[in-house]
Every structure is written in structure tokens, then in C-alpha cells.
């Protein structure tokens, strides 16, 4: 199966109204969606795809799930837009209130935003606010967002060199650590360099880590990395910064990836899989960080139009109901084993992971896109990640059925064994 015919036409018309550094046109490349439903795509052809994507891992309860297509048509029957920080909508902190019963213990505290970028520029600005010290911590891999702020803690030069004149110089990027030995001598090193006043190194605030690196080719740090973490940003008087925009909501098996060392940290950004389809995200803290800020008396310190959306706040608080109803968060841990007993006994690469967040290793970028792309002509809609487009990522839906994800991991195997 190619691309279909009005794919292609798409494609072309698209070229004359969107700037060319947005999608990438090729001749096998890409499909137009039109329509979505659990864990089936189809596209303008009316050809059916199985999505090992959610999306971006947006789909953590499939697409269109209908509790949440329901929360959205009674939500935009009654009141579809508010006025965020002047005049709230009610269904705003129902939603906060929701999120604060999920979090970890003590980050009861939240700022809305429509994006994950959103959610780590209100966590580098409250480190800046609350601690006054402008340098952050960033790790090589780590993928945060392509705005200003999130833009300076991203660490890919493909993303940062185009803008290198407008992106900020605060932050020192160090090694994500893949072995233990790794993780001692970063971390140890970190310490000696922020207790020395002669290393040369900003007075840092802040230190933001993703749990597993999802963009970065699925890296998962050694045990207790994290607990490491934690410790050394409480010596030196350091925010915590957790991104879980693509780990959180029950895709790693836990609400949020910091549980499985049941680390607290003093800020936690959350997004994609959060509002269920609909654009949304949050900063979420504790007393001594978002709660630190000053009061508004008139105009609000961080907000938006769009904060929170009444419609995407609905979504949400229905997603957040049927990851609990359906036990989504178990769902999860069932389709990574069974991802990772697949593709080890074909023997293919490498596969690291946790829960439904697995990746491939092929090791060869132009090996693995040929794959994603060979998939997606035998119906199967894949991502590559890593520095060099060197994983493949496997990051269903929870609903997936049995029969699909098999259908899906074996097309996998056979189109990398093509390839």
C-alpha cells in the first residue's frame, strides 16, 4: 500500500498554505488524517491504520473515547469559552481539584496551559521567581517543549541552532546517564562543580529531568536516579523539575513515572495524554513553589486567553475518570510486557522501556525511518525517536485490543527484518 491519492493531494495543497519548516513532504510521506476511533486511524483514502503512537501519546485512552467526546458536547453546549484568570469557569477547578487528588502528595497547586511547552515555561518561571537564581540544570536527549523558555532546556542543536540568538545561555546540559557508573560520575560531578565557587557554573534555581527520555529514544535511567536527583536539589536549594508531559497519566504503569521511586518533586509538568484529545496541560507544585508566587492583585503574573479552557477542562476530568474506571494504569503495564516478550524473541534490537513506552533500538537512523515508513504502508502508524531517528517508539493506546497489537507488533517485526 502507498500513499493514496488524496494523501498526495493534500500534501500539495498544504505546501501552498503552511511555511515549509512545519511538515515534512515527501513522496511516502505523510498521510492526512481524517477520522479516529480508539486505536484506528483512517485517513483521507478511507485506509485504515492501527496507531502505535497515541498521537503523540496524546491517545492514552484512544481516540474519541466516548466518555469524553460526551464531556466535550455538553461542555461546548454550555459554555464553551471563559475568562481564565478574570473570570473563571467553574469547570476550572473542578479540574484542579482533580488533578490535586491524583498528584503526588503535596503538589495541590496548578497552572493551566494548552501545551507541554506551556507547562515548562510556568515551572522555569517559578524557579526563576522563587529562587532567584536564573541557571538551570538540562540534560542531553531531554526534549522540552520548542518555545522560548522550554527551547533553552531542549537539547537538540537541529532545534536550537536556527535560533541560537534568541535562545537563552542559562542552562548547562549534562549527560543522561544509562548505567550506574554513568549516573555516579554525572551526578557526583554536578555536586562538586555547584559546591565549588570557581567552576564557572551560574547559580542555578532549577533542574528539569524527564523519568524516562520519551523523544530521546526512550532512555530509561538506572534505579534511583531520580531519589539522586532529589537529594542533590534539596543540598544546593535547587527546584525539581519533573517532565511528564509524555510519561504521565498511567502511560508507564503509574499515574506518573516519579512513582516508581516515590519521589516528590517540587514541580511536575503534565500534558498529551491529559485532556483526552483536547489541547491542555499543567504545572502542578507544592506551598513553597507555585505557591510562593505573590498574589495577583489585578493582573496575573503567567496567563493566557485560552487558560483554562472550559471544553479541554471537561475532557480532562473525564479522561481522568475513565484511566480510573478502566484500571488503564495496570492496562499499561500488561501491553509493555507483551510488547517486550514480542519483539525480544524476534530478535530485532534492543528494547527498553517501561509500561506502554517502549522503544526499539535498530541503531541506524536511515534504517529505522525506512521501517516507520514501510509500516505505515502495511497499515501501522509508527514514530521514530532519538538524536538520530535511530528508535523506533511503540506508545499505544491502553485500550488497544489484544488482536491489534499483535496484528501491529508483527508487521513491526516483518517490516524491520525487510529493511
Request: aromatic share 6%; glycine share 12%.
Amino acid at each position: 500500500m502507498t500513499i493514496g491519492p488524496s494523501s498526495r493531494v493534500f500534501a500539495q495543497r498544504l505546501s501552498l498554505v503552511e511555511s515549509p519548516g512545519v511538515t515534512t513532504l515527501e513522496e511516502d510521506w505523510p498521510i492526512f488524517w481524517e477520522r479516529a476511533s480508539g486505536w484506528t486511524v483512517t485517513d483521507t483514502d478511507g485506509r485504515d491504520y492501527i496507531d502505535l503512537t497515541s498521537a503523540f501519546g496524546v491517545a492514552n485512552i484512544g481516540h474519541a473515547h466516548p466518555d469524553v467526546v460526551a464531556a466535550v458536547q455538553h461542555q461546548s453546549a454550555t459554555l464553551m469559552h471563559g475568562m481564565g484568570d478574570v473570570h473563571p469557569p467553574a469547570v476550572k477547578v473542578r479540574l484542579l481539584e482533580t488533578l490535586a487528588g491524583i498528584a503526588p502528595e503535596s503538589l495541590t497547586l496548578g497552572v493551566l496551559g494548552l501545551n507541554g511547552g506551556d507547562a515548562v515555561e510556568a515551572a522555569l518561571k517559578c524557579a526563576a521567581i522563587v529562587t532567584g537564581r536564573p541557571g538551570v540544570i538540562a540534560f542531553g536527549g531531554g526534549y522540552h517543549g520548542l518555545t522560548g523558555g522550554a527551547l533553552s532546556v531542549t537539547s537538540r542543536r537541529d532545534f536550537r541552532d536556527p535560533f541560537s540568538a534568541r535562545v537563552s545561555a542559562l542552562t548547562t546540559f549534562l549527560q543522561y546517564p544509562r548505567t550506574e557508573a554513568e549516573m555516579g560520575y554525572v551526578l557526583t560531578d554536578l555536586d562538586r562543580r555547584l559546591s565549588s565557587k570557581s567552576s564557572g557554573l551560574l547559580p542555578c534555581g532549577a533542574l528539569i529531568v524527564e523519568p524516562i527520555q520519551g523523544r530521546g529514544g526512550v532512555v530509561v535511567p538506572p534505579s534511583g536516579f531520580l531519589t539522586l536527583i532529589r537529594e542533590l536539589c534539596d543540598r544546593h536549594g535547587m527546584m525539581m523539575i519533573v517532565d511528564e508531559i509524555f510519561t504521565g497519566f498511567c502511560r508507564t504503569g503509574h499515574w506518573f513515572g516519579v512513582q516508581f521511586e516515590d519521589v516528590i518533586p517540587d514541580l511536575l509538568c503534565v500534558g498529551k495524554g491529559m485532556g483526552g484529545g483536547m489541547p491542555l496541560s499543567a504545572c502542578l507544585g507544592h506551598s513553597e513553589s507555585l505557591g510562593a508566587w505573590p498574589a495577583a492583585t489585578g493582573e496575573a503574573l503567567h496567563t493566557a486567553t485560552f487558560l483554562g479552557h472550559p471544553v479541554s477542562c471537561a475532557a480532562a476530568i473525564a479522561t481522568v475518570a475513565v484511566l480510573q474506571k478502566e484500571s488503564l494504569a495496570q492496562r499499561a503495564k500488561t501491553i509493555g510486557e507483551h510488547i517486550r516478550r514480542v519483539l525480544e524473541d524476534a530478535d530485532i534490537g534492543e528494547v527498553r522501556g517501561r509500561g506502554a513506552m517502549q522503544g526499539l533500538v535498530i541503531g541506524d537512523g536511515e534504517r529505522a525511518i525506512r521501517a516507520v515508513k514501510r509500516a505505515l504502508a502495511h497499515g501501522v502508524v509508527l514514530l521514530p525517536s532519538g538524536d538520530h531517528g535511530e528508535v523506533i517508539s511503540l506508545t499505544p493506546p491502553l485500550t488497544i485490543s489484544p488482536e491489534a497489537l499483535d496484528h501491529a507488533l508483527n508487521t513491526v517485526v516483518d517490516c524491520v527484518r525487510s529493511v
